[in-house]
């Protein structure tokens, strides 16, 4: 399911931006509660993609980047996202072979990380959100991940 050639630093970027904007644009109340981390799916597309273009600086400096549009304390997703980002490379060979219910399962496990310790950070840092929808993120992302990962997959293998 994850193959990657031709992969560009034009698509990254637009890849990147794209994740971005959708991560900050406005939506209706109810659909903003669902709205996946588009960042951290593509960040974890990237690493297991091409990992040696887009490794842990390309997750911190996406990270720092999501941090300065929330306008949130600089550096939390950034730790999030190279925590992930670090365990998908780790275990990039093993999932790129595995069938795509299974790459969603480590998703989906990644995802929960990458929510925990923004929730750890939030909750050090004297900003406590424990309301139960921020969780919401989690399985909508991992729901995502095979509809994401076909769109990732066109658009960074097409010439």
Same mark, same amino acid.
């Given at each position: 399911?994850?193959?990657?050639?031709?992969?560009?630093?034009?698509?990254?970027? /637009?890849?990147?931006?794209?994740?971005?904007?959708?991560?900050?644009?406005?939506? *209706?109340?109810?659909?903003?509660? %669902?709205? *996946?981390?588009?960042?951290?799916?593509?960040?974890?597309?990237?690493?297991?993609?091409?990992?040696?273009?887009?490794?842990?600086?390309?997750?911190?400096?996406?990270?720092?980047?999501?941090?300065?549009?929330?306008?949130?304390?600089?550096?939390?997703? /950034?730790?999030?996202?190279?925590?992930?980002?670090?365990? %998908?490379?780790?275990?990039?060979?093993?999932?790129?072979?595995?069938?795509?219910?299974?790459?969603? %399962?480590?998703?989906?496990?990644?995802?929960?990380?990458?929510?925990?310790?923004?929730?750890?950070?939030?909750?050090?840092?004297?900003? *406590?959100?424990?309301?139960?929808?921020?969780?919401?993120?989690? *399985?909508?992302?991992?729901?995502?991940?095979?509809? %994401? /990962?076909?769109?990732? /997959?066109?658009?960074?293998?097409?010439?």
């Amino acid at each position: 399911m994850i193959s990657g050639s031709g992969l560009s630093w034009t698509r990254v970027a /637009a890849l990147s931006l794209a994740a971005l904007t959708a991560t900050v644009v406005p939506l *209706p109340g109810w659909l903003a509660l %669902a709205r *996946p981390d588009f960042v951290a799916l593509v960040v974890l597309w990237l690493a297991l993609l091409a990992p040696r273009s887009t490794g842990l600086l390309y997750a911190w400096s996406m990270g720092l980047a999501l941090d300065a549009f929330r306008g949130v304390l600089l550096g939390q997703h /950034a730790l999030a996202l190279v925590l992930i980002a670090w365990i %998908a490379l780790r275990l990039r060979l093993q999932v790129r072979a595995w069938p795509l219910l299974q790459q969603t %399962a480590v998703v989906f496990a990644l995802l929960w990380l990458d929510e925990f310790v923004i929730f750890w950070i939030d909750g050090v840092s004297g900003h *406590p959100v424990t309301d139960w929808i921020r969780w919401l993120r989690v *399985p909508v992302g991992a729901a995502c991940w095979p509809l %994401a /990962a076909r769109v990732f /997959a066109r658009t960074t293998t097409r010439g």
